[in-house]
């Protein structure tokens, strides 16, 4: 999708005169929000599932909001999956086995999850 003109802050569509959509790391989009894109032409829906292994369509509600899955089912199956890969790990040992020169890390939790670095 592009962004929008320089000193743009009004939507493209000829028909709104609402503001545009600015993300909070600052991307602006030249329309208000996806409604306005898509009437304009400018916002294409994803077509498929996101989980891997799915070739359904995605799940557009009828207000437009586009669902990145198919539906539920393979929403929890895909969350399902990422919690399998998202193992635990020990920044303690991890730390130690990198630097075995360095101090031990405070006995507070040290541990977090993989998926956590990966969104």
Do not use: W
């Amino acid at each position: 999708m592009c962004q929008a003109e320089s000193g743009q802050t009004i939507c493209k569509s000829p028909e709104c005169d609402r503001p545009i959509y600015v993300e909070s790391n600052g991307m602006r989009h030249p329309f208000c929000g996806r409604t306005c894109a898509s009437k304009y032409g400018d916002y294409v829906y994803p077509r498929y599932c996101k989980r891997v292994g799915c070739n359904k369509t995605t799940f557009v509600e009828q207000n437009g909001y586009v669902h990145p899955y198919c539906g539920r089912s393979c929403a929890d199956i895909a969350l399902s999956q990422m919690n399998q890969i998202g193992s635990v790990i020990d920044l303690e040992t991890t730390i130690e086995q990198l630097n075995p020169l360095s101090s031990p890390l405070s006995t507070t939790s040290n541990s977090t999850i993989l998926s956590d670095f990966c969104e």
